[in-house]
């Protein structure tokens, strides 16, 4: 593993969803699931990957951790890590899956994403390459997620390709259908480079004091979300956001000449067209980036279309847009966008 010149900002993320003995009959509302999960066992699963809890917060729906690299959720039959630096984010996988079993839940789902690493030759195994990672989700998923895809999304930005990786039991659709998921949910991940130095300058102020000053603060369109946010030393800043039973978050690393940002939030199809569009721009006009990618996973098209006609009044312009399907997971579409001119 070679020494790299700054931080990786981009993150790898891991989502996995899990069910209990009868698919058709899950955990009940008023079941906690996964969130039994006592700290020490979360915190061995953290110290695989080579993180720590930094601060948290909860809700009646899930809970929210910001990480020393980045954040974690644990609903009760899904969990999400995001992680940045040289973490090793896969090697969760297995720690997560056993502690599941113990809580009598079973794995159905996992999605892999990253973005194209400023800093690939620094990342340690397994994520030397997609290829790799790829490798390790084969030999280390249970064999029942029977259904897999792995995808290279390109653009035409050579530094900015979309990784995806998804697996899938035989009756993952049919448990979306019972529960209501299918067609009504999407996730937004929004990566950004070469931030407003203006932006950059702040990423060394005191947490609170970054989402009031920079406006983080107003992204979410509800101003009654919790927000548990984060400074680090010497620079960096993380933010979750709950709000009811959806979460945002937040990452930003501003050193100079690697700055970067990211952005991911969850929604309804059903939510105001309006509310969507008004959140991009203001993600826009928060950090003022001259690079930035979206990726959109729906099993629908009402998200990812509204993205462009959102971005591109704020000066940047689309140059790339790349549609996959996966299954169980829906389609995923990756955009990317470049400033127009940059004073």
Not at 309 to 326: N, T
């Amino acid at each position: 593993m070679a020494v790299s010149a700054g931080f990786e900002g981009f993150e790898k993320r891991l989502e996995l969803h899990f069910f209990g003995d009868d698919p058709l009959n899950n955990l009940i509302d008023n079941e906690m699931g996964l969130r039994l999960l006592d700290f020490e066992s979360l915190q061995e699963v953290l110290d695989a990957v080579q993180c720590t809890v930094v601060s948290a917060v909860g809700n009646q729906y899930f809970d929210a951790y910001v990480l020393s690299e980045s954040s974690l959720f644990v609903y009760p039959t899904k969990i999400i890590i995001k992680t940045c630096g040289t973490t090793q984010l896969l090697k969760s996988i297995r720690p997560l899956v056993d502690y599941a079993h113990d809580l009598n839940l079973t794995l159905c789902a996992c999605r892999y994403t990253r973005g194209s690493f400023i800093f690939p030759k620094s990342q340690p195994f397994p994520h030397t390459s997609f290829k790799e990672e790829v490798f390790y989700l084969e030999e280390n998923l249970p064999i029942n997620l029977c259904y897999r895809k792995a995808s290279v999304m390109p653009s035409k930005l050579a530094s900015h390709s979309w990784h995806v990786f998804t697996a899938s039991d035989a009756q993952a659709t049919t448990r979306q259908l019972v529960s209501g998921d299918v067609n009504a949910t999407f996730t937004l991940e929004i990566c950004m480079t070469e931030l407003d130095r203006t932006m950059a300058k702040n990423g060394d102020t005191a947490g609170k004091e970054m989402t009031e000053l920079t406006g983080i603060g107003g992204i979410n369109p509800n101003p009654n979300s919790i927000i548990c946010d984060f400074a680090f030393d010497p620079c960096g800043y993380s933010m979750n956001g709950v709000d009811g039973d959806r979460y945002s978050t937040i990452h930003v690393t501003p050193e100079d000449g690697f700055s970067y940002a990211s952005f991911e939030c969850v929604g309804s199809v059903y939510d105001d067209h309006d509310e969507v569009a008004q959140m991009l721009k203001r993600v826009v006009q928060v950090f003022k980036p001259a690079t930035m990618s979206v990726s959109t996973t729906c099993t629908s098209h009402e998200v990812w279309t509204r993205v462009v006609h959102a971005i591109e009044p704020l000066g940047l312009k689309c140059r790339s847009c790349v549609m996959d399907e996966f299954p169980a997971a829906g389609s995923v579409v990756f955009q990317t966008f470049t400033a127009t001119r940059r004073k």
